[in-house]
């Protein structure tokens, strides 16, 4: 799958629209440029300022990094706020068409009394006001665009080089399914080995190999190890994945490390840790507790 595409799909999923024109289309493009700059200015360590909060409180003349952050922001809105502004006109001239997420926001928004809500934050009854709902749905175009793209075509090369698994794979495709239509979410449950593939190659070669900075709220304690109230910390991904003790020979493509003939392949989604393959409190953990 093409990144455009991808993009295009998250673009239904947030605003109720597709990218009708894939190529050269300068505002996916400029959405590539903000995602390559959020990659970049979020790297742990480019701007000491995110390591040293203290240095937040200079002022402007010695903190050259916020005049850059102002540009940035200004040139991020200028794409970000304008999507909005176009959504919130064409509902208002009545076009009830779009069920997607910003629709589905704001309706909710103005049957809690909040019609219009400019400005930053949050309304004091906790409803997002337009700048933090424009973010929230940027932040699901840049998270859903070369991640899902990445992911689609490792899976394909994935496929190209396990002739076995790819066998297995459009066997049971065809029974389910068949011939005549594509999948839809309805066959999940009766695809355990396609899911059991796509976790295998999210595992093998993850679009990404660290996550983003979190902060801990509280002192944490993990095995011998003290996580101080307010420290960074960021999950290692390709460390996950790799581990041995639960994936044995973890640089294998094998996808029935995931596979449990006649039962649905679970996804470790949501915020429920009893779900997950890879965390050490889950059940499904082969680390001792
Ligand atoms: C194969 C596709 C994807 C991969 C590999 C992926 C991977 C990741 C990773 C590694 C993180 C950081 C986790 C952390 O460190 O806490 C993350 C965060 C996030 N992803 Fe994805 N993602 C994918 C698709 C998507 C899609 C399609 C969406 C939206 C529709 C999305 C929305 C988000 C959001 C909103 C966050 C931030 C969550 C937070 O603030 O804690 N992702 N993703």
């Not at 208002?92 to 068409?97: A, E, L, N």
């Amino acid at each position: 799958m093409s990144i455009e595409k991808a993009t295009s799909n998250v673009m239904m999923v947030t605003y109720g629209k597709r990218a009708h024109k894939i190529h050269n289309n300068p505002r996916l493009h400029k959405i590539y440029d903000v995602v390559s700059n959020f990659v970049h200015v979020s790297q742990p360590g480019n701007f000491l300022a995110d390591a040293f909060p203290i240095l937040r409180t200079l002022p402007d003349c010695f903190a050259s990094w916020r005049a850059r952050a102002r540009e940035m922001h200004a040139w991020e809105m200028e794409l970000w706020g304008g999507f909005l502004d176009e959504h919130k006109k064409s509902v208002m001239k009545g076009d009830t068409s779009r069920d997607c997420f910003v629709s589905a926001y704001l309706r909710s928004r103005e049957e809690g009394g909040h019609g219009e809500a400019p400005g930053l934050g949050i309304t004091e009854d906790g409803w997002m006001r337009d700048k933090m709902l424009t973010y929230t749905a940027a932040t699901i175009l840049e998270a859903g665009s070369d991640t899902v793209s990445s992911a689609a075509q490792s899976f394909v090369l994935m496929m190209l080089n396990h002739p076995a698994v790819l066998a297995k794979a459009r066997e049971e495709i065809d029974a389910v399914v068949g011939g005549g239509r594509l999948p839809n979410f309805e066959d999940q449950d009766h695809l355990p080995y396609i899911v059991a593939c796509i976790k295998e190659t999210l595992r093998r070669h993850s679009p990404i190999i660290m996550g983003i900075p979190h902060r801990s709220d509280q002192d944490e304690v993990y095995k011998d190890y003290l996580i101080p109230k307010e420290s960074t910390v960021i999950g290692n991904m390709w460390a996950i994945h790799m581990d041995p003790v639960q994936y044995p020979n973890p640089a294998v493509f094998n996808p029935d490390r995931f596979y449990k003939a006649g039962s649905p392949t679970p996804w470790g989604s949501g915020p429920d840790m009893q779900d997950r393959d890879q965390c050490v409190m889950s059940p499904r953990s082969k680390h001792t507790h």
